[in-house]
């Protein structure tokens, strides 16, 4: 990221209601950094498992109509 | 929540940020005191009068808490981070409640020293309402405590009244173990908390806002 892009932080103190907005230093700028790929890392697993609950309801929903349930009795579980 | 008491301060971006820092609040003039009679709360608002600056529909912040000077952050161990997330596709959507990063119980109980509100906090708009902004909630019971044990760094977070470490943290605390201690606010040696929108920045108009509530016991 070209140096141009680099963040800039807001920091109020609440005892005193002074308010700063400064450039981000190289240290919170790694930690943002890292930040932003654990939530990518994070995001793509918790899609994931959505995904196959999401499969999996529809597959036991499957199940279900099979045996004879109509879909508001299935809905109704 | 009960009534608000007071607030502790509000401020209102001029440029759009990357991450909002709020410290020192152990000067603040809120209560910090190691016993109580009375309950009591704290409830940041965010309001952004548009949506963050990354123009993506799945948007997240993070919350993480810090010493009072805001120089150091927790890294690991409980309640150390929470995020909130909406995929808002249209309006009058909350935010998700699903994809919080929780950790430990916030099932209250009279043994339970505290209580994080509204997973991460509770939409109260969105960029269709013409604010796009949530709100975070925290609060701890008063009476029925046994002595809670305090750990650095910890706030919002919940565990049961007994002399356990890195357990029953009620609001911004820092500094080293202090064990069985009544503690109530923002702990002698204050404490800091930040928000960060991942890969995005708050937008300008934002406003975030702090205030201490009262409550009555068990509510």
Known sequence: MAEETRPTIFIVNAATGEEITRPVTDEEWDEMKRTDALTVETRAAEEAIEAQRAADKASGDAKLKALGLTDDEIAAR | ?219
Not at chain 2, 144 to 161: E, L, N, R, T
């Open chain 2, 1 to 219: 929540m009960g009534q608000p008491l007071k607030q502790f301060f509000t401020s209102t971006l001029t440029s759009p940020v990357s991450e909002l820092k709020i410290v020192n609040l152990n000067a603040s003039g809120n209560r910090s005191t190691n016993s109580g009679t009375e309950g009591m709360a704290f409830r940041t608002e965010v309001m952004m009068p548009q949506r963050l600056t990354n123009g993506n529909y799945i948007e997240e912040i993070s919350m993480r808490l810090g010493d009072n000077g805001g120089n150091n952050w927790q890294t690991g161990g409980q309640y150390m981070r929470r995020y909130n997330r909406y995929a808002h596709t249209s309006a009058n959507q909350t935010w998700s409640t699903n994809d919080v990063n929780w950790s430990g119980s916030y099932t209250y109980s009279s043994a339970t020293v505290g209580r994080f509100v509204g997973a991460a906090g509770n939409a109260v708009g969105d960029e269709y309402d013409g604010v796009n902004s949530f709100v975070i909630d925290w609060y701890a019971p008063t009476t029925q405590m046994g002595p809670v044990a305090i750990y650095w760094g910890g706030g919002m977070s919940v565990g049961s009244a007994t002399n356990q470490t890195t357990e029953g943290e009620i609001g911004f605390y820092s500094g080293s173990s202090r064990t069985t201690t009544y503690c109530y606010g923002f702990g002698s040696n204050g404490g800091s908390f930040k928000l960060y929108p991942a890969s995005s920045n708050f937008p300008i108009g934002t406003q975030i806002t702090m205030y201490e509530f009262t409550r009555a016991n068990n509510e």
